[in-house]
């Protein structure tokens, strides 16, 4: 194994985690979108807004530690993927702004019809962001970004079978992760019907995510070739393994079981993005420009790695220490919205 | 797409690139010194909360925190509209450069990550941490924000003066030497003004808010408070600046004639040049308008030669590698607004100095108070004026001598629109950041709305009697649009 691999199973680390974490984000802003009217929908937002608080810009740094990674360490390719998919990604860049933004001010007004407006503006690019993202993977994985630097066609590199199933498929794994991680989080609140009511919508939600995936194979055997005949051999082990953890989080949501769905729908989703990546090894764009011939001066490449070690050092420990302390509900926000335990 | 709509977008690029990356680099840059410097103004105030029992300054550090967490998460994600613009706006210039000019930006990253973790648990951990430990998970975020900004400008350093990397035959960039790309020749000197600078600003903006209550007639313990550590701040950043920039701007001479000559609106090489303030180049390229200092360029320049030290002008470079004109009238203005700007603050900042250790107030004449009242915005000027010295005076290069702005662009067409929605966008989030710290802080002079209790409450079941004074119960459904009258 040479530098340029360890540095793209770093990338890919990064893609796993902004899934996982960002991913879950995104997927309460879904939930926040379904909710329905103010009245009705005030307790699922409450807890989804309760949940997020706290560790939503950190689950975000994963995005830039990706974009990073992919420029210092593959410039040309990135200069590709940017070049090619302009489009999408600045939808994704409007859609960050806006969702930040106005989630950070909806937790400040207290009028209902400013909450609703903010609230709708978060929500909508919750749903929009992770659709371009998937969007951006599937023009990626279907071979639509040409190597050298060079721009492909700007519409339809994005706006094809492959990546229209990547932009839904990252709206419901979104949406699945969410609804998993919100069941958690109603109970630790002790909302009982909140727990109920995210139960279902998880169990929904999986099913959903489960039959886009296999449509998806079958999208890919006509339109992403390199990448199918990957999924279908030497990232089939991945693939079978996604397929169980996800099936096993139906069966505990099923029966309200308290613990395992949590983490057996994080290994669905972390199993099957690692499936994506190897399924199109050794290629960083199929089936043109290979991750070696990508790669940036070994240098550069070990200095990333350097950087990697390091936060892992530094910020995994602080990240635990987070997750830790807001698991424990010792950290609250201070503030009017957050929701009150039901008694 | 249908070949009209191609027609439509088909407008050059870069200039629109080149409009979008200012404009939002020039809204980011507001957010960064909020970002650095008040998480340090409110550990400040929460230090000597906890150490003197003073509960308006543990209000104030809560306060604070409260707004800051507003302000990250904009600077958050309009920084995370600079990173993808680095690709979108600038793919060519990131395909050629990306191996050494990302590595900066990956020990940022490791920055960045560390002051999202910490901001988060300072933030949302008033309650139900323990004094000492909240305080001290605090201090990352100071730290980390030490370190961003000096990744970050280790970055626009390289872009200055660009070392630790060899470029092969085919122009592709090979053998890299990433400590010689971060510690960059520009990097030391630039970093630490960018720092004075954020501490300078982040000081009088906090500073301005406190005056114009005092200004309002509100004297009171807390308000004098929050502006005593906020003014303070600035005003031990704003002296040191002049210093610091000064060193700074005899480096520039060394190092980036071409920068200089603009700056100092340079046409031809001469001794004995003199310093003159304001003005533009005509069309013919000579110095038109403007009130002169004599000589006094070339003595700031070098003092030992005084007026007979010599300044490169202009005419000693290639005209497609230098400034054009109006880019030369740009960077001397927006200096001679720098300097100007920076002197009244260190000026104000002396006067509050002298005042504060002879007699241990503030300066009694109103004349200050309306002073420091503007404070915040001329700092905000100043920064800007700053930055675009830097940015313009590097003209027409992106990576100085190796590749020009153009070369580096994107070639998509459709940047205009791109540049016309993110100005909408980013107009309405500022204006309604502006209006919700105002809401929040009005809310707060009315009387309340800290939330349900107060900090450090004891761990376990929430009690519902102790809330001390100043912090009022809102239940979740009643919206407050009035003053509520429960002030203690």
Not at chain 1, 27 to 54: C, M, T, Y
Not at chain 2, 225 to 241: D, E, K, M, N, S
């Amino acid at each position: 194994m040479n530098w340029a691999d360890v540095v793209a199973v770093i990338l890919m680390v990064g893609i796993i985690a902004y899934a996982l974490f960002g991913g879950a984000d995104f997927g309460a802003g879904f939930w926040d979108l379904v909710a329905g009217g103010a009245e009705r929908g005030r307790r699922p937002r409450a807890v989804a807004q309760h949940a997020i608080g706290p560790v939503w810009e950190a689950n975000h740094v994963w995005l830039i530690f990706c974009l990073v990674v992919l420029w210092t360490a593959f410039s040309e390719a990135f200069q590709s993927i940017t070049l090619t998919l302009f489009v999408p990604l600045s939808l994704a860049a409007l859609g960050i702004v806006l969702r930040g933004s106005s989630f950070a001010f909806r937790k400040e007004v207290q009028r209902t019809s400013s909450q609703r407006n903010f609230g709708a503006a978060f929500a909508s690019s919750s749903v929009l962001v992770p659709f371009c993202m998937g969007a951006v993977a599937g023009a990626i994985a279907s071979g639509r970004v040409p190597s050298g630097g060079q721009a492909g066609d700007p519409w339809a590199s994005w706006l094809n079978a492959t990546s229209i199933l990547g932009g839904v498929l990252a709206v419901a794994v979104c949406a699945y992760l969410a609804a998993v991680y919100l069941v958690w989080d109603a109970r630790r609140i002790g909302d009982e019907e909140m727990v109920e009511y995210f139960r279902q919508r998880a169990v929904g939600a999986a099913i959903a995510t489960g039959v886009i995936a296999s449509i998806g194979i079958v999208v890919l055997h006509d339109d992403a070739r390199y990448v199918f005949d990957g999924l279908t051999s030497r990232a089939l082990p991945l693939v079978i393994l996604s397929a169980i953890c996800g099936l096993g989080s139906i069966v505990l949501l099923h029966r309200d079981a308290h613990r395992g769905a949590r983490l057996l729908a994080m290994g669905a989703v972390a199993t099957v993005v690692a499936g994506w990546g190897v399924a199109q090894w050794p290629y960083l764009l199929p089936t043109t420009l290979k991750v070696e011939a990508a790669a940036a001066p070994d240098a550069t490449l070990i200095s990333v790695v350097v950087v990697f070690l390091l936060a892992a050092v530094i910020c995994l420990p602080s990240l635990g220490l987070l997750y830790v302390l807001d698991q424990k509900s010792l950290l609250q926000a201070d503030e009017s919205a957050s929701p009150e335990p039901a008694s | 797409m249908t070949a009209g709509l191609v027609h439509v977008l088909a407008v050059d690029p870069v200039p629109w690139a080149r409009s979008q990356m200012a404009f939002t680099l020039a809204v980011h840059i507001i957010l960064v010194p909020l970002g650095v410097a008040w998480a340090f103004m409110a550990l400040v105030a929460n230090h000597r909360g906890i150490k003197k029992n003073d509960p308006d300054a543990i209000l104030l550090a809560q306060r604070w925190s409260k707004c800051m967490a507003v302000t990250f998460a904009v600077g958050a994600v309009t920084g995370t509209v600079l990173t993808f613009e680095f690709g979108l706006l600038w793919p060519n210039f990131m395909g050629r450069f990306g191996g050494a000019f990302g590595i900066p930006f990956a020990v940022e990253g490791l920055f960045f990550f560390t002051e999202a973790i910490f901001i988060a648990i300072y933030i949302y951990g008033w309650k139900r941490l323990k004094p000492w430990p909240h305080f001290w998970t605090g201090v990352p975020i100071v730290i980390a924000g030490i370190g961003g900004t000096a990744s970050v400008v280790a970055a626009n350093g390289w872009m200055n003066e660009p070392s630790g990397f060899t470029l092969n035959s085919a122009g592709k960039v090979v053998d890299v030497d990433p400590i010689a790309v971060i510690f960059n020749k520009a990097m030391p000197l630039e970093t630490l003004h960018m720092l004075v600078a954020a501490y300078l600003v982040g000081g009088f903006i906090i500073a301005s808010v406190y005056a114009v209550a005092m200004l309002r007639g509100r004297r009171d313990h807390y308000t004098r408070l929050g502006f005593l550590i906020a003014f303070t701040v600035a005003a031990i950043a704003a002296p040191v600046q002049m210093l610091v920039g000064d060193e700074m701007a005899r480096w520039v001479y060394n190092n980036e004639p071409t920068k200089f000559a603009a700056i100092e609106m340079v046409p031809k090489t001469s001794t004995d040049v003199p310093e003159t303030l304001f003005g533009h180049l005509n069309a013919k390229g000579q110095v038109e308008g403007g009130f002169k200092i004599p000589g006094l360029a070339s003595i700031l320049s070098d003092p030992a030669d005084g007026t007979s030290t010599q300044v490169q002008g202009l005419d000693s470079f290639p005209k497609g590698s230098r400034p054009t004109n109006a880019e030369v009238d740009v960077v001397h203005l927006a200096w001679d607004v720098m300097i100007g700007l920076g002197t009244l603050l260190a000026l104000l900042s002396v006067w509050f100095g002298v005042v504060w250790l002879f007699r241990r107030d503030l300066p009694k004449p109103k004349l200050f108070l309306w002073l420091a009242a503007a404070a915040g915005v001329l700092s905000v000027a100043a920064l800007e004026a700053g930055w675009t010295v830097t940015e313009v005076g590097r003209q027409p290069w992106i990576v100085f001598d190796y590749m020009k702005v153009k070369a580096g662009a994107t070639t998509n067409h459709g940047v205009w629109l791109t540049f016309l929605v993110i100005v909408g966008l980013y107009a309405g989030v500022m204006v309604t950041l502006a209006i919700i710290l105002r809401k929040m802080a009005r809310d707060w002079r009315n009387g309340g709305d800290d939330g349900p209790s107060g900090p450090y409450e004891p761990r376990g079941p929430r009690p519902i009697e102790d809330a001390p004074e100043r912090h009022v119960d809102v239940p979740v459904e009643v919206p407050v649009e009035g003053p509520v009258e429960v002030e203690a």
